[in-house]
Nanobody
């Protein structure tokens, strides 16, 4: 059974940093694109960032220059380094796994491109 387990969330002051981790088990991590999404209270889940197997990266405009996605294929882990955090970054952050090395025709920012999801980790940024 495929499992994606996120960790690293927490409470941080505005301007601070957090690093989220997502460990994939139960399937081959190799050759698969991975993504991060988030859902704030009362809002729809939205795309944050994605990384393809070859290392191509994608970011939503609101996090460009502040967040960095990376992956360690030997550890079956994808990371999201979040710097200069803002109160509007407060959300539950979800890790997602695609069934292929690249995102589907839907694009890396579409939930439809991902088959596997983690349970989420809470990030709260205080002002």
């Amino acid at each position: 059974q495929v499992q994606l387990v996120e960790s690293g969330g927490g409470l941080v002051q505005a301007g601070g940093s957090l690093r989220l981790s997502c460990v994939v088990s139960g399937r081959s991590f190799s050759g698969k694109a991975m993504g991060w999404f988030r859902q704030a209270p009362g809002k729809e889940r939205e795309f944050v960032s994605a990384i393809t197997w070859s290392g191509g990266t994608y970011y939503t405009d609101s996090v460009k220059g502040r967040f960095t996605i990376s992956r360690d294929n030997a550890k079956n882990t994808v990371y999201l380094q979040m710097n200069s955090l803002k109160p509007e970054d407060t959300a539950v952050y979800y890790c997602a796994g695609a069934p292929s090395s690249t995102c589907s025709a839907y694009g890396c920012d579409a939930e439809a491109s991902y088959t596997y999801w983690g349970q989420g980790t809470q990030v709260t940024v205080s002002s």
